[in-house]
T-cell receptor, first 113, second 115 residues
C-alpha cells in the first residue's frame, strides 16, 4: 500500500529565512504528488502538484517543490518565508488510476519574527 | 460561494447518538471524497462516491459508518451510535473528473465532538 512520510512534524524558522519541508513516498509506480496547506480551523488548500514533465514545479505563495524519482521524494521549498506562512503542510500522493489521496502526517511550520 | 460547502462546521453528540455530516461539492463536480483527520494526524481516506454510486469505500469502518451521494442534494456521511473515538475533523473534497491527476478541492470540515 502507498504511504507518505513527512520527516519533520514541526519546523520553526525565522521570518525571511528559507525553508524546506521534506516528503518521501513509498510507491515505485507512477504517481501524482501534491502539497496542501491547512490554516487553523480551515480545510486544505492546494499549493502545487506534480503530474509529469519538469521535475521542478512552482505553486502559489512563492512555494516550489522538486520531484526526485530515484529518491522517491517531493520536498517543498520557499526561499523566504513570511509570518502568514504559519500553517500545517501536507504532502499527498495518488497512484495513477486511483482517485484517493494518501496523506503524510503533516508538518507544522512556525514562523518567528 | 462556489467552493465545497460542509455543514455543520461543529457538531456535538453524546455517545450512542447519530451524527449526520453534509457536503455540497463545487459546482459542476460529481465526484466526492470523505476524509477523517484525527488530532495531530494527517487525513485518512474514507470513501469515494460519484452521483448515486459508492466507488471506493476501502477506508470506511465496517460498522456504524455509511455514506451516500443522492442524485439530488448533498453527500451525507452518517455515523450511528457514536463513540468517543469518532471525535475528529471530517473533510469532504470534490473533483470534476475523478481522475488521479485532478486536484481535489476541500471544504472547511466538520469538527465532531463526542461527549
Amino acid at each position: 500500500a502507498q504511504s507518505v512520510t513527512q520527516l519533520d512534524s514541526q519546523v520553526p524558522v525565522f521570518e525571511e529565512a528559507p525553508v524546506e519541508l521534506r516528503c518521501n513516498y513509498s510507491s515505485s509506480v507512477s504517481v501524482y504528488l501534491f502539497w496542501y496547506v491547512q490554516y487553523p480551523n480551515q480545510g486544505l488548500q492546494l499549493l502545487l502538484k506534480y503530474l509529469s514533465g519538469s521535475t521542478l514545479v512552482k505553486g502559489i505563495n512563492g512555494f516550489e517543490a522538486e520531484f526526485n524519482k530515484s529518491q522517491t521524494s517531493f520536498h517543498l521549498r520557499k526561499p523566504s518565508v513570511h509570518i502568514s506562512d504559519t500553517a500545517e503542510y501536507f504532502c499527498a500522493v495518488s497512484d495513477q488510476g486511483a482517485q484517493k489521496l494518501v496523506f503524510g502526517q503533516g508538518t507544522r511550520l512556525t514562523i518567528n519574527p | 460561494n462556489a467552493g465545497v460547502m460542509q455543514n455543520p462546521r461543529h457538531l456535538v453528540r453524546r455517545r450512542g447518538q447519530e451524527a449526520r455530516l453534509r457536503c455540497s461539492p463545487m459546482k459542476g463536480h460529481s465526484h466526492v471524497y470523505w476524509y477523517r483527520q484525527l488530532p495531530e494526524e494527517g487525513l485518512k481516506f474514507m470513501v469515494y462516491l460519484q452521483k448515486e454510486n459508492i466507488i471506493d469505500e476501502s477506508g470506511m469502518p465496517k460498522e456504524r459508518f455509511s455514506a451516500e451521494f443522492p442524485k439530488e442534494g448533498p453527500s451525507i456521511l452518517r455515523i450511528q451510535q457514536v463513540v468517543r473515538g469518532d471525535s475528529a475533523a471530517y473533510f469532504c473534497a470534490s473533483s470534476d473528473t475523478g481522475l488521479g491527476n485532478q486536484p481535489q478541492h476541500f471544504g472547511d470540515g466538520t469538527r465532531l465532538s463526542i461527549l
